[in-house]
């Protein structure tokens, strides 16, 4: 539970020109201090009141549009999903003063300790990581047949703020608006770089309902007249699952930071993990095989025929990647929009395969920077998917990607281009700073190979990487990055 005094609002010079509107000192009223002593202990209480008097709280500007929404709450809506509205505790650090973000940037000396702390257990309060502010997931879900509801954290966002009165998501500190060294090899935030240089933005409000899109913005497509006529049309935005495979470990972490930054813009987001959370939500599936990366794409067959069974005729798209993936929800539904607009098309009738393509004997696009099936493909995949002959059903392997194109190349459904009018990427295998600074000549690891699986297309870089209305990010497997890119993206002018 996350307690919150009340707050006046006034304005600041420095905060306005990050973009961001400061609040005074809270005022902690009596009846705040009842509520705190009978649900917190005397050393949370202190923890809290010391926060809430010393730390300025730091309110974002707007990420969506501000739209009057009728309460989500009522009881009818609890009792289908007692988990809509909850949010994690946001436990302050004791030492408010010293805290800083940067702090929770262990990547850099963790990688060369040679591992990831990935359950979060030695990072320290107020990085929003550790599993004992998550708490423990309820024993209910273990009830069989169970179906997560996946429009609970877009239901939230909508609203704007949880059952108990809180903003959803949670408010972003002016502090990630800063500069990080967020690379072994450089000084600066090669991540900052890449979004002001390359010009990535939002292509709208994250709970928005429309879209504005450039059907000629694709790469190969004329302009729509000789003039050159680009106009943008505005259309209803497609409804988007959008899917992450993850595991336990990893709940409190990688997952609690996609549920407070980018999964909301889906119009249903569901992760699938090795134990299941409904406040997330997350559902454990059994599938053929050991829980394990090289076994992946079992656990993979396992989502679609999960997702097929219970969302198909839900959503007209359904997107896919891993839990170190950052995603502009707004952006990959606006791109989706304007290929449909483009081709006259429906995605419950038409098929798609969309993504960052590549070719390894068999084209297909990579898991890592995600890829969407549209309904109408997802219906054909899972028409093959137990064919041992045609789509490979019993092997086991970590390349799950490569999987779901050799079955899609079998029903003969290919690869979209997904590159903008000018070549830039939309989808992107590496993160913004190494995508921004990547070494066409590289040779080895996996930049070596991705290389070579991109030849095709060939490499872009600098500026040119990554199109301004780019989709998603790889590699992006810090939480605390997963926040700073959302506040640079959403919350900081002028990053």
């Not at 990072?123 to 929003?128: I, K, L, S, T, V």
């Not at 992946?296 to 007209?316: A, C, N, P, T």
């Not at 990959?332 to 960052?356: E, F, I, M, W």
Request: aromatic content about 10%; overall charge positive.
């Amino acid at each position: 539970m996350r307690v919150m005094a009340m707050a006046t609002q006034t304005k600041n010079r420095d905060y306005e020109n990050l973009g961001l509107i400061k609040y005074t000192r809270p005022v902690i009223t009596s009846g705040v201090l009842r509520l705190l002593t009978r649900v917190m202990t005397v050393s949370a209480i202190v923890n809290h009141l010391y926060y809430l008097l010393k730390i300025p709280v730091i309110e974002t500007r707007p990420h969506h549009i501000h739209i009057k929404n009728p309460y989500p709450y009522t009881d009818e809506a609890l009792d289908k999903n007692p988990h809509l509205g909850w949010q994690p505790l946001l436990v302050e650090p004791l030492n408010s003063t010293s805290f800083s973000w940067a702090s929770c940037f262990r990547g850099i000396t963790a990688e060369t300790r040679g591992g990831w702390d990935i359950d979060g257990s030695n990072q320290r309060a107020g990085c929003y990581e550790h599993p004992s502010e998550l708490g423990g997931a309820p024993l209910s879900v273990n009830e069989s047949p169970w179906v997560p509801d996946v429009t609970m954290l877009r239901t939230m966002l909508v609203y704007g703020k949880d059952k108990s009165g809180n903003s959803f998501p949670p408010q972003l500190s002016v502090e990630l608006c800063k500069d990080f060294r967020v690379s072994l090899k450089k000084v600066h935030d090669t991540h900052k770089q890449c979004l002001r240089e390359a010009k990535i933005m939002p292509t709208g409000a994250l709970n928005s309902d429309n879209v504005t899109i450039s059907p000629w913005n694709h790469f190969g497509v004329a302009p729509a007249s000789a003039t050159g006529n680009h106009s943008l049309i505005t259309v209803p935005a497609p409804k988007v699952l959008c899917l992450i495979y993850t595991v336990k470990n990893a709940h409190s972490t990688r997952i609690r930071a996609i549920r407070e930054t980018w999964a909301g813009g889906c119009d249903g987001f569901l992760a699938f993990s090795t134990k299941s959370d409904p406040r997330l939500p997350a559902i454990a599936l059994e599938h053929i095989g050991p829980e394990s990366y090289d076994n992946m794409w079992q656990k993979v067959r396992s989502i679609w025929k999960f997702v097929g069974m219970h969302y198909l005729e839900q959503f007209d798209w359904f997107y896919i990647g891993g839990d170190d993936m950052f995603v502009l929800p707004n952006n990959l539904r606006t791109y989706l929009a304007s290929l449909a607009y483009k081709d006259g098309s429906d995605p419950r009738s038409k098929d798609y395969y969309v993504g960052r393509r590549q070719k390894s004997g068999t084209y297909f696009n990579t898991g890592g920077a995600g890829y969407a099936l549209s309904q109408a493909t997802l219906r054909k995949l899972l028409t093959i998917i137990d064919d041992d002959v045609n789509c490979h059903a019993n092997e086991t392997t970590a390349t799950e990607d490569v999987m779901v194109g050799n079955c899609l190349n079998y029903l003969g459904i290919g690869l979209t281009d997904t590159r903008d009018a000018n070549a830039r990427e939309r989808f992107h295998y590496f993160s913004p700073g190494t995508s921004f600074h990547f070494d066409k000549k590289a040779s080895r690891g996996n930049k070596g190979f991705y290389r070579e699986f991109s030849k095709e297309w060939g490499m872009k870089n600098g500026p040119d990487c990554c199109a301004p209305d780019s989709v998603s990010f790889h590699y992006v497997k810090q939480p605390v990055m997963m926040r700073h890119l959302q506040a640079l993206l959403y919350h900081c002018k002028n990053h």
